[in-house]
């Protein structure tokens, strides 16, 4: 899949007193510019917990042997290509698992060296190779389960080094040069979305999905295990949050690839063409308006999809964003495309046009088609096919959507309020009864009958 997002990568630009060390490249001091306060001046080496009692004299050597070459050393490091140099470099990678996994007394030394692997790879993805040859080599380091170990043992509080973790690793685990690894990506992703609310943070969980959604059997495993729900439970709750949007856009990007997987887009009860144009209206940064432009144009392909794209009034943004000054011309082109799709499926509805076709789709909406003025111009057309409208608005009565039972209640409110029979109509449908019911268990529709 061709790269068109950029990711979430590089170095936390700040004011360090010794800005110069792999460790700030981590995706940690995105999530929480607060570790800054904490490693600016520490000193992993000074750690009472490098006890020969506890951690093997050679590991205490080569982790500090590593970090006391300086960062530009340190990357030449992972260049070389002469035996002695892997060695030393091996041995460097093996002491800071082995301090991640044996040291129990000091947090903060083993936070330091999450952080510092994450830094190491953000810095330069091509060094995951390092990490993979020693999980491959004869002298196995299980790099996956001392991190996997680390994630379990990590305090509940402390999401940032979870998330941390959970970063490197879902990086390490779609390396390319990692076979036969399936079934830890799809245990380590299930891990992150079970109560991910107390496991990570909201950022830390989109970046890590960014990453592994882009594994064929993880991104079958989230779908298949219906985490999609969750997904727009977070865009929903954080979208003010530019970076996290343009991370699970990026995840909706990929998935819309998939022409198995665009019938989530087109069920409107998903909302996600609805809420993915919000997110248009809220961030109009090139970055974020980049990434939706990539997600419509993949699903111009679905009849559906344009059709609701339609509905919610794409075509009015694309007219507001090439009224737009662009330098990015593959966003021009998007537009372009875009809009020229739009226009060849544009119809004219009616209001009531409009009514009907939404009472077909099932799902009910708040909106100009459900107030006081529509139903006082428009309450006689539902006369229709022995009123057949009002039929359709007592089965939607019982759908599984609040919102849509809610609109049907306030719906057929208004149809017996101005048809002079409408109380009538209702009876002979036997809306009375369904209605009398969700009162005493729904609040939603209990609110819009009252």
């Given amino acids: 899949m061709h790269e068109q997002h950029q990711q979430l990568s590089g170095r936390a630009q700040m004011e360090t007193s010794n800005p110069e060390k792999l460790i700030y490249y981590s995706v940690g001091f995105i999530y929480d510019s607060k570790l800054l306060d904490q490693f600016d001046k520490y000193n992993p080496s000074d750690s009472k917990a490098l006890d020969p009692e506890i951690i093997k004299e050679e590991t205490i050597k080569s982790a500090k042997d590593f970090l006391a070459l300086g960062i530009e050393r340190q990357r030449e490091l992972f260049g070389k290509k002469d035996k002695a140099s892997k060695q030393e470099l091996g041995d460097a990678i093996r002491s800071f698992f082995d301090i ?38 004869k002298n196995k380091l299980d790099i996956i389960n001392i991190i996997k170990g680390f994630i379990v043992s990590a305090p509940s509080d402390d999401k940032i080094t979870r998330d941390v973790a959970f970063h490197f690793l879902s990086k390490f685990l779609t390396s390319k040069e990692l076979k036969n690894v399936d079934k830890d990506i799809k245990e380590i992703l299930n891990q992150m979305m079970t109560d991910y609310e107390t496991k990570m943070s909201p950022l830390g969980l989109s970046a890590c999905l960014v990453q592994l959604l882009k594994d064929q059997d993880a991104l079958k495993s989230f779908l298949g295990t219906n985490q999609l729900p969750i997904l727009k439970q977070i865009l929903q709750r954080y979208r003010e949050d530019k970076q996290l949007c343009y991370n699970l856009l990026t995840c909706l990007w990929i998935i819309s690839f998939k022409s198995h997987c665009l019938f989530h887009f087109e069920r409107r009860e998903n909302e996600f063409i609805e809420i993915i144009i919000k997110i248009l209206q809220l961030h109009g940064n090139e970055k974020i308006v980049r990434m939706v432009l990539f997600i419509f144009k993949n699903l111009c392909v679905s009849e559906k999809c344009v059709e609701y794209m339609l509905d919610c009034e794409l075509d009015k943004e694309v007219n507001k964003l090439q009224n737009r000054h662009w330098i990015d011309e593959e966003i021009k082109k998007y537009l372009t495309e875009i809009e020229k799709v739009l226009n060849e499926n544009y119809k004219v509805l009616n209001s009531f046009e409009k009514f009907k076709k939404q009472l077909s789709l099932g799902v009910l909406k708040w909106g100009p088609v459900h107030n006081d003025t529509f139903w006082s111009e428009h309450y006689l057309l539902c006369e229709e096919n022995d009123f057949d409208p009002i039929t359709q608005l007592v089965k939607l009565l019982k759908s599984e959507s609040d919102l849509t039972k809610a609109v049907a209640c306030y719906d057929l409110g208004q149809f017996a309020r101005y048809h002079r029979f409408g109380k009538l109509v209702l009876e002979k449908k036997h809306a009375k009864e369904i209605i009398i019911c969700l009162l005493y268990t729904s609040p939603s529709p209990r609110d819009a009958t009252l």
């Avoid at 947090?107 to 994450?118: G, N, P, R």
């Fill in 100 to 137: 991640i996994k044996n040291v129990n007394g000091d947090l903060t030394l083993v936070k330091y060296f999450i952080l510092l692997i994450d830094g190491i790879i953000e810095d330069d993805s091509e060094r995951i190779s390092a990490f993979v040859s020693l999980q491959k080599d």
